[in-house]
């Protein structure tokens, strides 16, 4: 199944075992989004569920978010997460907080959902990676699955939780990336890391997209001789710290890689995690691969594929460690 079906499919299973379970989104409807995710649902579950928004992302956070705190289990679609920014406020100084608040009285259980990332020549408004804004931020969980299986279980879990969750799927993964997805009710635990493979030397820990750069990257490198752990976050809040330790600990190096740019990103996290926690095992400084810090993504081909991290800066910087 590609990673597009297995969110459709997530979308479906959900709403038709909860009623409280609507979509609300730009073009959403009849055109069934601008990627298609959510084609064919209208048809299934009618406008009152399925419901085509106006171009207001502030509007539609914030109907889901009232929607939410009197029982209802809202799914927004921003069109791009590159687009999220008029619904910020309402993210982050009300759905975040709303909990909190009340003493407990009101919960948000909500889902933004939102194609993010480069590759697709979308230029400057069209390729962001927004995950690092609300990684920051008390009370919203944000997730970000890397193969249809975790696409589709992430999803579920993430529409029955009870807490805001930020829901980022890599638009050029949308149709190129394929996996298992079995038959069935089934769930990834929100907050869990996994190891994609194993290794001894250094340890490659990313989420989403970039995950398969590193897969992609330590096949080459184990002819090398150079054994690459690759590890999954997932959600990249929580973070699992425990899986991401416990690697780090084995192999005695860190690669960090993301498409976010450097500064202040999920990268700078965890290694500061590992910096405190694992510095004893350490055999080398912790190291990030990353989009260099200029704005977002030219529309320029040759420009964005020289900004993009890829295997072969995650090869080069995975050779430095090893070297150590």
Do not use: W
Not at 57 to 86: L, Y
Not at 218 to 229: P, V
């Amino acid at each position: 199944m590609r990673l597009i079906e297995a969110v459709r499919e997530g979308l479906r299973e959900e709403m038709a075992a909860d009623p409280g379970v609507f979509l609300i989104g730009q073009d959403i409807g009849i055109n069934g989004g601008v990627f298609r995710v959510t084609d064919g649902l209208l048809e299934e579950f009618g406008p009152g569920r399925v419901i085509d928004s106006p171009l207001a992302e502030s509007g539609m956070v914030g109907v889901a978010i009232g929607a939410a705190m009197n029982g209802m289990r809202p799914v927004v679609e921003i069109q791009f997460a590159d687009f999220i920014f008029p619904a910020f406020n309402q993210l982050v100084s009300e759905a975040a907080r709303m909990h909190y608040r009340t003493n407990g009285e009101f919960p948000v259980p909500m889902v933004i959902r939102a194609p993010y990332g480069g590759g697709v020549r979308g230029g400057l408004y069209h390729s962001q990676s927004v995950e690092a804004y609300f990684a920051h931020v008390p009370g919203l969980k944000v997730v970000v699955p890397s193969s249809p299986y975790d696409a589709k279980g992430l999803l579920k879990a993430a529409i029955r939780d009870d807490n805001p969750v930020l829901f980022f799927e890599h638009k050029l993964a949308y149709n190129t990336v394929r996996g298992e997805v079995p038959d069935g009710d089934y769930t990834v635990p929100i907050g869990e890391a996994v190891v994609r493979r194993e290794g001894r030397h250094l340890s490659l820990i990313s989420y989403g997209l970039s995950v398969h750069h590193c897969l992609e990257a330590a096949e080459t490198l184990s002819a090398e001789g150079i054994s690459c752990e690759v590890v999954d976050l997932r959600t990249v809040s929580p973070l699992d710290t425990v899986t991401l330790l416990e690697s780090v600990k084995k192999t005695g190096r860190a690669c960090i890689v993301h498409e976010d740019n450097l500064t202040g990103g999920v990268g700078a996290e965890v290694a500061a995690i590992i910096a405190k926690d694992a510095f004893e095992y350490l055999d080398a400084p912790v190291q990030r691969v990353a989009a260099p810090d200029v704005p977002s993504f030219p529309y320029s081909p040759t420009l964005e594929d020289a900004l993009l991290p890829g295997p072969p800066d995650i090869i080069r910087t995975a050779r430095e460690l090893a070297a150590y």
